[in-house]
Each structure stands twice: as structure tokens, then as C-alpha cells.
């Protein structure tokens, strides 16, 4: 059973691209969260989905940043404009869902602005 | 809201020797404790977790953890550290429920001397 995928491990963009960052989650998993690691910091919350909803996007920043996880295909987290403050390991993480659960993490895509 | 404290950023102890890494959360609802390892450049694994009874709880590669409701810690030690220990270690805390982002504390690095 394939873990958690993401694509691609590393992402350098210019101020003012685009960012596309994709998250295949395990076999059999319908949620998918996404997190962000800043240099020198812990892990922040992003945005949670299930298949075609977003449920929490509470971590998320109001503007440029946008997540989807369609019925078909990865979950994308996608970012408008990037400036330098993006640069940042951002993880995907999946799980089954319910009350007592695990989330599984994917290996990351490390975003360089220049 | 929920947080997690990590105190100190950095641990270095003696192969053979008793690691313990320390948590303390912040929690209005009894929590979900987890313990995560991160290795350079990849996605984060789990320990171990806590949700309910047994408050002590063993994890993988030797690690255990105690929930202690009354210090509201949830440490994490082995007996006996190994070079392939070194690290970086996270500590997180999510509410029961169907949205259960995590809430990182910010890491704690285990560096393992011969």
C-alpha cells in the first residue's frame, strides 16, 4: 500500500508565480489535511478536506492561497503571487477519518521563492 | 484553543544513555496526544498516541509516553538512546472529533553522541 505522495519535492518559483503543490493520499483515505513548516518553527495547520469540501480552512491565509480536493485526482494547495514569506516545507497528511485516527504524512514539498 | 509546549529546542544525550523529551499541552476538552519523528528531509512518522485508557503508552523503536492529566504533560522517553535516534521530534494535540487538525508544538532536535 503507497504512502502519502507528493509532487513535487521541491518547487522553486519567482516572486509573483504560481505555485501548484499535489497530495495523493494513501489507498482508502477521503481526508487530507495540509501543513506548513516555516524554518525554525513546529508545524501550522492549513486547511482539512474531504472529497469535493473544504472543511476547516481556519489555518489558511485569506488571500492567494487556495486548496481543492476534487472527486477525481490529487489535492492541490495552490499559491497565487508568491512572495518570499512562502518559502516553506509544506506537508500533506491523510487519514481514514472518525474519532480515533492517525494521520499519515507525505514527504513534503520544500517551496523556494527567489 | 489548544497549544503545545516544547521547552528547549535542542537535546543531546549519550548512545546507552535515557532520552526524555518533554511536553506540555493546553487543552478545554481531554485531548489527543501524538508524538511524531521527522528525519532530514522527510515527511513525519508516528510514534506513538495517546487517545484513551492506558495512560502510558509505548510506541514504536522503543519509545513510551505518559499521559499525566494532572501535570498536563505527555513526555516522551526510552530507556536507552541510539545513534539512529537523532532527530527531530514533534509533540501534537488534537481535539475528539471529525476535525481533528493537529496543533504542533515546535520541535525538539535529539542529537545522539558516540
Known amino acids: 500500500n503507497a504512502g502519502v505522495m507528493q509532487n513535487p519535492r521541491h518547487l522553486v518559483r519567482r516572486r509573483g508565480q504560481e505555485a501548484r503543490l499535489r497530495c495523493s493520499p494513501m489507498?482508502?483515505?477521503?481526508?487530507v489535511y495540509w501543513y506548513r513548516q516555516l524554518p525554525e518553527e513546529g508545524l501550522k495547520f492549513m486547511v482539512y478536506?474531504?472529497?469535493?469540501?473544504?472543511?476547516?480552512e481556519s489555518g489558511m491565509p485569506k488571500e492567494r492561497f487556495s486548496a481543492e480536493f476534487p472527486k477525481e485526482g490529487p489535492s492541490i494547495l495552490r499559491i497565487q503571487q508568491v512572495v518570499r514569506g512562502d518559502s516553506a516545507a509544506y506537508f500533506c497528511?491523510?487519514?481514514?477519518?472518525?474519532?480515533?485516527?492517525?494521520?499519515?504524512f507525505g514527504p513534503g514539498t520544500r517551496l523556494t521563492v527567489t | 484553543a489548544q497549544s503545545v509546549t516544547q521547552l528547549g529546542s535542542h537535546v543531546s544525550v549519550s548512545e546507552g544513555a535515557l532520552v526524555l523529551l518533554r511536553c506540555n499541552y493546553s487543552?478545554?476538552?481531554?485531548?489527543?496526544l501524538f508524538w511524531y519523528v521527522q528525519y532530514p528531509n522527510q515527511g513525519l512518522q508516528l510514534l506513538l498516541k495517546y487517545t484513551t485508557g492506558a495512560t502510558l503508552v509505548k510506541g514504536i523503536n522503543g519509545f513510551e509516553a505518559e499521559f499525566k492529566k494532572s501535570e498536563t504533560s505527555f513526555h516522551l522517553t526510552k530507556p536507552s538512546a541510539h545513534m539512529s535516534d537523532a532527530a527531530e521530534y514533534f509533540c501534537?494535540?488534537?481535539?475528539?472529533?471529525?476535525?481533528?487538525?493537529?496543533?504542533f508544538g515546535k520541535g525538539i532536535t535529539l542529537s545522539v553522541r558516540p
Open positions: 487543552s478545554s476538552v481531554p485531548p489527543y
Open positions: 478536506l474531504q472529497k469535493e469540501n473544504i472543511i476547516d
Open positions: 489507498k482508502g483515505h477521503s481526508h
Open positions: 501534537a494535540v488534537s481535539e475528539p472529533g471529525a476535525n481533528s487538525k493537529l496543533t
Open positions: 497528511a491523510s487519514s481514514t477519518g472518525g474519532t480515533a485516527y492517525e494521520q499519515y
